[in-house]
T-cell receptor, first 113, second 112 residues
Framework: GAGVSQSPSNKVTEKGKDVELRCDPI?????LYWYRQRLGQGLEFLIY????????KSGLPSDRFSAERTGESVSTLTIQRTQQEDSAVYLC???????????FGQGTRLTVV | AQSVSQHNHHVILSEAASLELGCNYS??????LFWYVQYPGQHLQLLLK??????LVKGIKGFEAEFIKSKFSFNLRKPSVQWSDTAEYFC??????????FGDGTTLTVKP
């Protein structure tokens, strides 16, 4: 596609349920990022994929969070046993790593009730 | 590890005022520098970028930024802001072939 696509755009889930968020990066972009943005706050780095290298998971807040990426394509972010503090907009971005300009998706707004 | 610091969390200006948002980074090697903007209800988009060459770069909507290597800074400026510039602004640094690191963002509110 022309840009980074994320689905769903909105997700409401009950506390304790698992959720899976999807990101389709721009074709050919080797780098992919997940960020979390809580209301009124900045970007919180979660995880970074670069080609076939081991992902940088240093931003994942707990072991309830995990992410996968198949090659240089789709990525999924999974949150297990969701908590209310997980409510936020989850942003995905991709880039051609050697240039670094990140292209963002529209985000998934997650609400845990 | 690289880090990015944006000094102002929230800036409030009147229309036609001049704007300068501070950004400092910590990394000793070659960097690419970016400013991104997030307008209310919209997704993050690139405002301007610096890779090499002239340290004064111009972006969309009259914004510019100056890379001062000795100060590890990349401040964003605009001579005269408009109400439509109300948004959140993020500075970011990328070390060639490495990970991009974002600052915490600055919320700009322009009063009409």
């Amino acid at each position: 596609g022309a840009g980074v696509s994320q689905s769903p755009s909105n997700k409401v889930t009950e506390k304790g349920k698992d959720v899976e968020l999807r990101c389709d990066p721009i074709s050919g972009h080797t780098a992919l990022y997940w960020y979390r943005q809580r209301l009124g706050q900045g970007l919180e780095f979660l995880i970074y994929f670069q080609g076939n290298s081991a992902p940088d998971k240093s931003g994942l807040p707990s072991d309830r969070f995990s992410a996968e990426r198949t090659g240089e394509s789709v990525s999924t972010l999974t949150i297990q046993r969701t908590q209310q503090e997980d409510s936020a907009v989850y942003l995905c971005a991709s880039s051609l790593a050697r240039f670094g300009e990140a292209f963002f998706g529209q985000g998934t707004r997650l609400t845990v009730v | 590890a690289q880090s990015v610091s944006q000094h102002n969390h929230h800036v409030i200006l009147s229309e036609a005022a001049s704007l300068e948002l501070g950004c400092n980074y910590s990394y000793g090697g070659t960097v690419n520098l970016f400013w991104y903007v997030q307008y209310p209800g919209q997704h993050l988009q690139l405002l301007l970028k610096y890779f090499s060459g002239d340290p004064l770069v111009k972006g969309i909507k009259g914004f510019e930024a100056e890379f001062i290597k000795s100060k590890f800074s990349f401040n964003l400026r605009k001579p005269s802001v408009q109400w439509s510039d109300t948004a959140e602004y993020f500075c970011a640094v990328n070390t060639n072939a490495g990970k991009s690191t974002f600052g915490d963002g600055t919320t700009l509110t322009v009063k009409p």
